[in-house]
């Protein structure tokens, strides 16, 4: 037997399929908002890693290009 889906709405449980078709369209982009938004949070992390980590290499090439001229001299 298949669990029937419910959605909560102000603390109350419905059956996804006795909602009015605008009820169920709306619950669809609500999903569809809360999935974008977890997939930018994924994102917005994933870049901040990716910018923290080219910054250290940017920084660390211009270490190394300090070390070079010093052994130079």
Do not use: P, W
């Not at 996804?16 to 809360?34: A, F, K």
């Not at 938004?37 to 250290?56: P, V």
């Amino acid at each position: 037997m298949s669990e029937k889906r419910k959605v909560t709405i102000n603390d109350k449980d419905y059956n996804y399929d006795e909602l009015s078709q605008e009820q169920q369209i709306l619950v669809e982009h609500i999903e569809t908002c809360r999935r974008n938004k977890a997939q930018l949070a994924f994102n917005l992390d994933k870049e901040t890693i990716a910018e923290g980590a080219f910054a250290k290499m940017l920084t660390e090439s211009f270490e190394k290009k300090d070390e070079e001229k010093k052994d130079k001299k």
